[in-house]
């Protein structure tokens, strides 16, 4: 019999916990010294592959994995913390189509992932690096940018969002050249209170949340080096950090 759902700030986690004896494996604790993976290996099955880049502690993967029961999931986090959270969730619901790894974006993407074979890429909240001189840190660079539309499918889904004004700026001046790229206006309709820890937050806090989607043009590496030269770099200043946010997140 299944047990009452888990609660967040009062947002219930997706799915419920099932009895042990349904209870699965999903961390990957060990990633081959080379790449790329072979995710049919992995998951004992050839499906689309949803990747979640930072994906905390698992929220939004679990809500897809539920939903998309025909697609495989894979989330990546440097927190170890957040990463035990996601898979010991994942796990206790059965979900069999989920991995997570401690992993950062540039590896995994440059690594790990064949060019277009993932057809949906997630990226929620990235961290602006508010410290002056950390600019350099920002994970979302033209040419990462160009990485992930290589690694998705052709027409491939690309999602992110954001509490931080100035990145969303610099996002709407350099997602077009890449993606056919919309606004979301409001919320997502699959998850009103937020995707994300950090969403459920911020609508806590009142904070405007910025969101957008897109799929990959249809881009020749030519193309698409002639279009990531034009691109400017994240040097932005990303204004002051929300300390009280930031440690609400962590706990």
Same mark, same amino acid.
């Given at each position: 019999m299944r047990t009452a759902s888990e609660k967040e700030f009062g947002v219930p986690i997706p799915g419920s916990v099932l009895p042990a004896e349904q209870w699965v494996q999903t961390a990957l604790k060990k990633l081959p010294p080379e790449g790329p993976v072979d995710w049919a290996v992995v998951f004992g099955r050839a499906a689309p592959l949803i990747v979640d880049i930072g994906c905390g502690n698992g929220r939004f993967l679990l809500s897809s994995a539920l939903a998309k029961p025909e697609a495989d999931h894979v989330g990546? !986090?440097?927190?170890? &913390?957040? &990463?035990?959270? *996601?898979?010991?969730? *994942?796990?206790?619901?059965?979900?069999?189509?989920?991995?997570? *790894? *401690?992993? !950062?974006g540039w590896k995994l993407f440059d690594k790990y992932l064949s060019p277009g074979s993932v057809r949906e890429v997630h990226s929620y909240h990235p961290q602006p690096y508010h410290e002056p001189g950390q600019a350099g840190k920002r994970l979302w660079t033209p040419a990462f940018l160009a990485l992930v539309h290589r690694t998705l499918e052709p027409d491939g889904l690309f999602v992110i969002q954001t509490d931080n004004a100035p990145y969303w700026k610099y996002l709407q001046a350099t997602l077009p050249a890449l993606f056919e790229f919309h606004e979301q206006e409001g919320p997502w309709p699959d998850a009103p209170k937020g995707r994300t820890r950090r969403e459920i937050l911020a609508q806590r806090k009142r904070l405007k949340v910025h969101r957008g989607w897109g799929h990959a043009l249809a881009l020749s590496d030519d193309e698409r080096t002639q279009r990531l030269a034009t691109l400017p770099l994240p040097t932005f200043d990303a204004g002051a950090r929300r300390a009280d946010l930031d440690r609400l997140e962590r706990e």
């Open positions: 990546i !986090d440097i927190l170890p &913390l957040v &990463l035990r959270y *996601a898979t010991r969730r *994942a796990n206790q619901r059965g979900l069999g189509n989920i991995r997570f *790894a *401690a992993c !950062d």
